[in-house]
């Protein structure tokens, strides 16, 4: 490989070649500064530096941007806030579990995913960029806090034995509900809050198994309704802006060790009655089941000796019954024997009586027919007189019809007709014909001899 010396380089990287070389550099910079590429999933905010005028992209496809004079800014169209889940898919935000206070002074942690969705309106977008001017700010300042700043607000209307005991569900609702509508307007009041127990366990206590409703007063956050009964509200920040709320999710929340505590004891304790109240409740099915097998004995006694006494009765009963049916089979037999005497004989009558309809019936259809016949004999006869006789009265015109008949025949069958003359003749000698079969054989060869002599003397003068 030959190497180029210093006067080579210098003579091709000439002054001409170098600008040529920068120019091209310039306004590829230039392209590539002047083309904005958007991409699905992502909102862009173009600001244009020279003029100060914001434009807004929410679709993908390429755009044309002032070139080194302009400010791109990105947004994710949706934002996923996640506190306590750390593990599963890639979320934006990975925060510690919510902390939370309940109106009975317990704490606990919720952990909570939110999805956020910002809105396609281009001038809440504008709005929007111009009081956070990043994604990140906007996450950071806006949807964090207020997330976190519902999630506390709404556990203040609950106990903490009341969320922890079945209230998730409501705090979920009200929760999703106050974030994407506004936070209710609330006030701090004494009311009754509703528990489910057992009734206390007391001797020979029928319904002590059962459940009964219990009232306790505790101070809560309770929210201030209008005239109609809806939740008067505060300003909703996420209003102004677009941006709504698309799901709320819930993890396992986790009490602080005291309310743990007092709800592990409160179950030990409901453990314990239902314990105390099954063994009751064993002792006294056992006493009532003793009571009910002697009752069983003494019923079975009496039952199997009234038993006893019916089977007897019925075996009376029984004998009577089976003579008082075989008399009345016997009678019932000779009823059966004597109806079938006299149906037979019904038979015989009827079928008597059928006959002698039908050949009365056969006899007035074969008169009929031969008075049928003979009417219709003498109704053709006197058709055919009548024709005969009309034809004997024009007897000249019936003659001449049947000769133009017959001659009309004949012309139209001429050109069919053809008469072939015999060629040779032979009679008997002395003109009494053929008396013999010697005559005949002679006859015949005479006439093979003609006719042989006849073709070749059409052979002959064909030649």
Do not use: C
Not at 42 to 57: A, C, E, I, K
Not at 64 to 83: A, C, E, G, H, N
Not at 199 to 205: E, I, L, M, R, S
Not at 215 to 233: E, M
């Amino acid at each position: 490989m030959e190497l180029k010396s210093a006067s080579g380089f210098k003579s091709y990287f000439t002054p001409k070649r170098i600008l040529i070389g920068v120019g091209v550099l310039a306004a590829l910079g230039i392209a590539q500064s002047s083309v904005l590429m958007t991409d699905a999933g992502y909102t862009y905010v173009h600001q244009n530096n020279v003029t100060g005028s914001l434009d807004v992209f929410t679709e993908p496809g390429i755009h044309f941007r002032m070139p080194f004079l302009s400010k791109i800014t990105r947004y994710d169209q949706v934002v996923t806030v996640s506190f306590g889940n750390n593990q599963g898919e890639v979320f934006y935000q990975r925060l510690p579990a919510l902390q939370v206070r309940f109106a009975d002074t317990y704490t606990g942690q919720v952990p909570a995913t939110f999805r956020f969705k910002l809105s396609y309106d281009p001038e809440q977008l504008k709005t929007m960029h111009r009081e956070f001017r990043s994604n990140d700010n906007l996450i950071d300042t806006m949807l964090i806090k207020n997330a976190r700043n519902v999630t506390v607000i709404t556990s203040t209307q609950y106990t903490g034995e009341e969320f922890f005991q079945g209230g998730l569900n409501q705090f979920k609702a009200q929760l999703s509900d106050q974030l994407s509508n506004g936070i209710y307007t609330t006030e701090r009041r004494q009311v009754e809050v509703e528990q489910v127990d057992l009734v206390p366990v007391g001797f020979d206590q029928e319904d002590s198994n059962k459940l009964q409703a219990t009232k306790q007063l505790v101070w809560k956050t309770v929210p201030i309704t209008d005239k109609s009964g809806n939740p008067i509200r505060q300003d909703n920040p996420l209003k102004h802006y677009g941006i709504t709320v698309t799901q709320v999710t819930i993890g396992d929340p986790k009490p602080e060790d005291q309310l743990d505590k007092l709800l592990t004891d409160k179950k030990k304790l409901v453990a314990e009655r239902i314990r105390t109240i099954q063994e009751q409740e064993t002792s006294k099915a056992q006493a009532k089941t003793e009571q009910l097998r002697k009752e069983i004995q003494r019923t079975r006694e009496v039952q199997d000796a009234q038993r006893a006494k019916e089977l007897a009765v019925i075996a009376q009963q029984k004998e009577v019954e089976v003579a008082r049916q075989i008399a009345e089979r016997e009678l019932v037999e000779e009823r059966k024997k004597k109806d079938i005497a006299t149906l037979s004989k019904a038979k015989e009558l009827e079928i008597a009586q059928a006959n002698l309809e039908i050949q009365k019936a056969n006899s007035a259809s074969a008169m009929f027919e031969a008075k049928a016949i003979r009417e219709k004999g003498i109704a053709e006869a006197d058709v055919l007189a009548a024709k005969y006789k009309a034809l004997g009265a024009h007897e000249k015109v019936y003659l001449a019809e049947l000769n133009r008949d017959v001659a009309n025949s004949l012309y139209q069958n001429l050109p069919n007709f053809k008469v072939d003359m015999p060629k040779n003749y032979i009679n008997g000698s002395g003109g009494n014909g053929m008396t013999s079969n010697l005559d005949v054989i002679t006859g015949l060869s005479a006439l093979g001899l003609m006719e042989k002599s006849t073709v070749l003397g059409s052979k002959a003068s064909a030649k």
